[in-house]
């Protein structure tokens, strides 16, 4: 049960790292992007999200 627990809450914090509501996060969604901790191989990193916690990725 306790395992189950865990996992539930590693899927509900990737859910909602990409919370709105913060300026630069919005601002970079505006701009066709996303929020992300890490870039993925065919994208490019645009700026901040997240009071720069993460990166902006288009």
Known sequence: MRILQLLFAIIVML??????????SQ???NNHG??????????????????GRQRCCK
């Open 27 to 29: 601002q970079c969604r």
């Open 34 to 51: 996303h929020c992300r901790r890490l870039c993925f191989h065919m994208e490019r990193w645009a700026g901040s999200c997240s009071n």
């Open 15 to 24: 859910f909602f790292q990409d919370v709105p509501g913060l300026p630069d």
